[in-house]
């Protein structure tokens, strides 16, 4: 059991409650504003009577501070919101490899009338033998590419080590779906000072993956966007199966906008766009495309990577999609 | 392997042929155009070397009849087609219980342009002990009704002594998810001369889901349109995960028209409106939706049935959701 | 709500109790020694108060007949007990095709001192085209062999039509996992007069199993032994996933007896033996496999069928694996 | 594709095969004795005749470090061997939190004759707000007591930052589930200098699972033991599905040790005895058991973990389940 202070709390209320809680339970650690006991006391609602008392969290509740309910957070970079409303539109390379066709997509996609671009400069990849990403060199690349044609940038940060160089060039960080669970990364990206997209792990419960972002929360950020990748199911034909119920699911139940992957969740370009137009029916946020030039010289994921003509078709759709 | 043979084959040709296969095989099923060999023969294209031969489908290939570049089925009802354009809707009771109830929804239905009723006459139900249909009283009830206001009517065959019952009242055959892999059923529902609802089971492949469409067009009925409601996976707090990328994927193997059913694809009421929009726009032929007057006091999967002014609002933004 | 009544019931016993739940609610179906009502009524513990009621259950309860605390149905056939102790081991080919190969493995089966073979004479194939079984006359034969040898014969049911051929010449009919979820099968077994192997369903959570044994149970068959055969998950790289915890926890949770078959459950002779090892040391009460003579030549599934030597490796390690 | 070159290689002959990769391909990545290439080249075999070229690994390989047909690892700590035939127990409290019963425990313990001790010193937890472990200084009391009664330990390393301090102190390292996808982490324990305990991830395949491994391998460590701890399945009443078939699975694909830990498999204390005994009769190389000397008052997963009268009944049966 958990049990928020207030933020000024006397003295006195502070010691009442701990005389009161010590009688019922063992409190096992302590922050200034926050207690843990080992065990959940037997009357809960009792607490709230103490003025010290903010919140008290039993092991049945889940989340607090990412739940309906709360605010929805206010994401502004340069202008662009993300989450009220507007339709985010995030494209580019799965990987950034190759300076010349970054530059040509990153013109193509600013033409489109994209203003949020991603690329992968450090990728966790299965297989140690994969190639896994160009490193800081492309990430200096990428943000100044972005700057000149004033895109915003969204990059995969895959270690803490990796935030102060991402936080020097990138927007919009990104965890990847095999951070899900790595709740030291959430913890560092809590004062990282940058919106988080925050991705599913493939076979994470909805609950686990609002805990996730909770992590994040609790450390200190709340510019959290969730991301819909796709969930492991035994259907192997797709490389995933999209969770399409996932974004009416987490619209009801959390305060924070959600975007879809279809590159990610499908695999396949061929079923990217039908189920772009699927998740932006269904009410989603935001689209996350890995989106190239030239996808058939693309190192990585090419089979999945769609082209500027498909981008163009997409955009051309979406307006009337939106359902209010 | 099974060797089809064509429909006019010279005594001569078919000899020559059978003459070769027993050289390289044992046959061990032998029907009029249908040769099964135990084993694949070491090469199968010279077979197509001999006249009589259609077509040869060895172990690897699956279905052959309801695959794409097969003809699309021509499912027309009364001037409705569905499947060629056309977005189908089909609403009503999970469960016919009541007639006065029965009456009213199927009016209201009726008054919504709705051309297709659903309703269930005898269902399957997980536990001995839950409420199961009122049979062949509500067979003809529901009949009666629908044929006053020139509904045409869809309800579920459970085993195959209900199919005579049922053809002589309803005018499509649903096979629940329960039912997908009971081949005798799907083999006498060749013959019933009713297009047929296949639903997809529960944690069926694309794949087996297509070889029971491949049962059912095999057995002589060709009419046949697929169901896509919902998946089992890990997460449970909606009773399936709707499977949208079923849609596209069905769409791109095979010939078939695909329906999406989100009332039992989410089991709750709140997600079947942004679910039948994500469908629609992924492509969808039609949905299977579960409506009545007055929700609440519907004796089965309440929860999950939608009302007739729910209803109106999805009919409202479809048009604008199908993408061409 | 399902109300059972005692066996002998007073008229004016049930008819006090019949004016009490009608004050309540609302009566759906009646039988003899049951009730249905469409809801759960307020306070369902007060109707233990009435003399005609044996037992109450609410939409929360899950089985009544087959859950732990029921005596353990006596399953004897010819002398041998099952479920009670020993270890049951029922071996044979997946499908009967060679009458040759058949005596054989009989023959092999029998000197290893096995008392119960299976053999499959008509089976539920994925795909239309694949060899499902000789049928009857297959029947005959195996249970002409079988009587000299004096074993007890296991065999598929795959629907209700089968039932009276199959009782006249098999022992213990089995229901395979396609069929776990065909209710009017297994009504159809209630009355069969054999006892029945009832395979879990691909994807059937612990708890629609138990119901599927209740449906066999309230239909008049409490001769029920569960199967596991593996489950479908992610991992594709064996046939199934077996699992291994069901057998503990059926034992926990019914008064059923439970065996494996670890020949589905992996489709791969090589886990076959660890596979059938772990079954036994978590309690299993037998197991089911697949063995022939040749198993290269089988027509089905013939990369898990294990030979005589292999089952002989078995047979000798199980008696110190047996837990008490 | 990876080429990786011998270790004692003539400048000649690299140069030779660089000349030869460079018309085929390009190079994205070099090492001293490894290159990476985009594509796999058209005829990889030919690559076997330079003799520079020690292996060839195309995208179809998977792993190749840790797969069968390599040497098996040697781990040998203090005279205690594991992976060679032994079973080794390692048995102790989820999490230390309360020095007396640690040193109870420990005691106890090593009465039994236990030689390898786990405890949790910091402990990745889905909820921010649930306990996470008391770190450093645990980590020496831990150790200081396990030195006391020569007892090896083990405990899980979360991120980085802690492999210092923990091989100052702890005998094994244990990579989490939670963590098997973070490669960073992994690349990390390359250099560790300590055996690692790499637990599968909740839906890891076993190729994925194998390449994590391989991820170790490759930076350095090939003192690997793959741990099992139950997958995620649709099944919920126990908190993972053991799954047992990996035991043998992975004993023919790698060269690598196999343990198992029912107590996070099953998260069932009336279990783990159960599902001991059958993975011990599949083969596995050891069990990870939580264990504390009164279970009700562990301030995690206390619901799981067994007391030292089950541990003593456990390793009274293991002798005879071991199949050879």
Request: with cysteine; glycine share 6%.
């Amino acid at each position: 059991m958990i049990i928020l202070l207030k933020h000024k709390v006397r003295e006195a209320d502070q010691r009442q409650l701990l005389h009161y809680i010590e009688s019922q339970g063992e409190i096992i650690h302590k922050e200034e504003k926050l207690l843990v006991l080992r065990e959940d006391i037997p009357e809960p609602d009792i607490l709230y009577r103490y003025k010290a008392v903010a919140k008290v969290i039993t092991r049945q509740s889940s989340c607090t501070l990412v739940c309906a309910g709360n605010s929805k957070p206010e994401i502004v970079i340069r202008g662009n919101t993300i989450g009220h409303g507007d339709l985010t539109i995030i494209a580019g390379p799965c990987t950034i490899d190759d300076t010349g066709r970054l530059r040509e997509t990153a013109h193509a996609l600013s033409e489109e009338g994209i203003k949020f671009m991603r690329g992968g400069v450090q990728k966790l990849r299965t297989s140690p033998y994969s190639y896994s990403g160009a490193g800081l060199k492309a990430l200096e690349t990428f943000a100044s590419i972005a700057k000149e044609l004033e895109l915003i940038t969204v990059s995969e940060v895959i270690s803490p080590e990796w935030i102060v160089p991402m936080t020097e060039h990138i927007d919009i960080l990104q965890v990847g779906t095999r951070n899900m669970y790595n709740y030291p990364l959430l913890k560092a990206l809590g004062k990282a000072g940058r919106p988080v997209i925050l991705k599913r792990a493939v076979s994470a419960t909805y609950k686990e993956w609002l805990l996730a972002a909770e992590h994040l929360a609790v450390a200190g950020n709340r510019e959290i966007i969730l991301c819909e990748r796709g969930i492991r199911t035994f259907e192997t034909s797709l490389r995933n199966t999209p969770d399409i119920a996932a974004i009416p699911v987490m619209k009801e139940r959390s305060c924070l906008p959600i975007i879809f992957d279809p590159s990610h969740a499908t695999g396949d370009r061929r079923f990217v766009l039908p189920l772009s137009y699927a998740a932006v029916a269904a009410g989603v946020d935001g689209l996350l495309l890995e989106v190239e030039i030239n996808p058939q010289s693309a190192p990585v994921d090419g089979g999945q990577t769609i082209n500027i003509e498909e981008l163009r078709r997409i955009m051309r759709k979406l307006p009337s999609l939106i359902v209010q």
